[in-house]
Structures are given as C-alpha cells and as structure tokens.
C-alpha cells in the first residue's frame, strides 16, 4: 500500500494529475486504435475480451482521477474562500468533460464490443442510464439546431476550459499579476488563434473562389467545425502541456525562494 501511495505521489510530483482533464479524449482514443491494430495486425483475437475489460476499468478509474484531484484540492483549501472559488469553475468543466467522455467511450465500445462479452454486459447498464436520463435531459438544455448544434462544444473547447483553468492557476502566482507566467499568457492567447486561424482561412479561400455558391451559406457553419476541431485535436493537448510547464516552474521558483 505503501508502495502505491509512493508511486502516485510521484507521478503526482512530474505531472499534475488535473492535466488529464484535458487529454482524457484523446488517451483512451490512442489506447482503442493501438489495441485495434495490433489485433488486426497480429490476427489474435482470444482474449481481446479480458483485455477490453481491464482497459475499460483502468480507462474508467483514469477518467475521474481529474474530478477526484481538483476535489482534493478544495477540501484541502476549504479555509480559503478565494481558492475554492477559483476551483469552482475547473471543477464543473471537469465534471461535463467527464461525463461527455465516459458516455462517449461506453457507446463506441458498445458498438465495437460482442453482446455476449463482458464488456457489453459492464457498459450496457451505463448507457441505459445515458439513454433514459442523460440524454434527454442535456437535449432539452442544450440541444440547438443545424448550425448552432456545434456550439456547445465550441464553447467549451475555446472558451470554457481555457478561462477555467486560467481562473484554477491565480491561487499559484499569489493574484499577482505581476507574476503571470509565460504558460498561462499562452493559455489565454491559445483561444484566440483557434478562432482566428480558421476564419483567415476560410475568408482566404473565399477570396480566391475556392468556396462555390453552394458552400458559402455554410460558411460559419465550416469556421465553427473548425474551430472545434483545432479546440479538440491541437488546443486541447496544449492547455494539458502548459499546464504542466507552469506547475513545474512555480514549484522551482518556490524552491528556490527556500
């Protein structure tokens, strides 16, 4: 037990158990692939059962481990107000962000999984509940028509988990902000060159008449899919890494002060 403690203590020490939220998507995406191709590639198809079981559970531990840390963090901090409100907001975007993930990896790997596997049989009841409870309730809230259905997660790619994690960072560099680090001014630029990049582009394209007639009326609709995209695949990943460098540089600059 010992042992273990030890272990989480220091990965804990080189990474920042928060920087998962960030990258959750796109880990347990590269796991599926890696385990798809190898399987494909080497033909071995017994025993990708238990192996799929074992995945999911370790997935399913690894997708609450950002919730469980920036929780620890506000009972830790429980006599200072100001810190726990400045968790409050990474804390729901963590939330949502694993609520989207754990239903999104339960109905892929239900649709990749055999109904008689014991995967199926674990997931199954999950996305009964997503079903019948989840979903209706987040369509009523959120649900928008074609072009804005995009929205809900333009908003949170490029504005909500910058901002919240920009806000979870203040308590680090002491409200001062003179000491705003060189990784969290990327963070706040980061959202704007998501947003910038793919309207130059289209505008660009445009102008040379590479857009026809046809296309132009969906020509925020293209920008907004873009957006979300470069949120997804390249901003996302970043916030993940910055958030690192800037964990590491305030815990040298504080050891140096002592």
């Not at 920042?16 to 590269?30: D, G, R, S, V």
């Not at 810190?83 to 949502?96: G, T």
């Not at 873009?226 to 916030?239: S, W």
């Amino acid at each position: 037990m010992d042992s273990i403690s030890h272990f989480i203590l220091k990965v804990k020490g080189k990474m920042p158990f928060e920087a998962l939220l960030f990258i959750m998507q796109h880990i347990w995406l590269a796991i599926f692939v890696s385990t798809l191709g190898i399987s494909i590639g080497s033909g071995i198809i017994f025993g990708l059962d238990i192996v799929a079981l074992v995945i999911t559970l370790g997935m399913f531990a690894l997708f609450f481990v950002p919730i469980v840390s920036i929780s620890q963090n506000v009972v830790q901090s429980k006599k200072d107000i100001r810190k726990v409100l400045c968790c409050v907001p990474l804390l729901i975007a963590a939330v949502y962000q694993t609520i989207v993930v754990v239903f999104g990896y339960t109905k892929f790997m239900l649709y990749e999984s055999h109904p008689d596997s014991l995967v199926y049989a674990l997931l199954l009841p999950i996305q009964k509940l997503a079903e019948t409870v989840i979903y209706p309730t987040t369509d009523k809230i959120f649900y928008m028509g074609f072009p804005y259905n995009q929205l809900p997660q333009f908003i949170a790619y490029v504005i909500i988990f910058p901002i919240s994690l920009l806000i979870y960072l203040l308590p680090s560099i002491d409200y001062d902000r003179r000491k705003i680090t060189k990784e969290m001014k990327l963070i706040a630029l980061l959202p704007l060159l998501c947003i910038a990049i793919p309207i130059i582009v289209q505008t660009v394209k445009m102008r040379l008449g590479l857009i026809n007639e046809l296309m132009i009326q969906f020509f925020w609709s293209e920008i907004i899919s873009n957006i979300k995209l470069m949120g997804f695949f390249l901003m996302m990943p970043a916030l993940s890494i910055l958030y690192i460098r800037h964990y590491h540089r305030v815990v040298r600059i504080s050891t140096e002060k002592f």
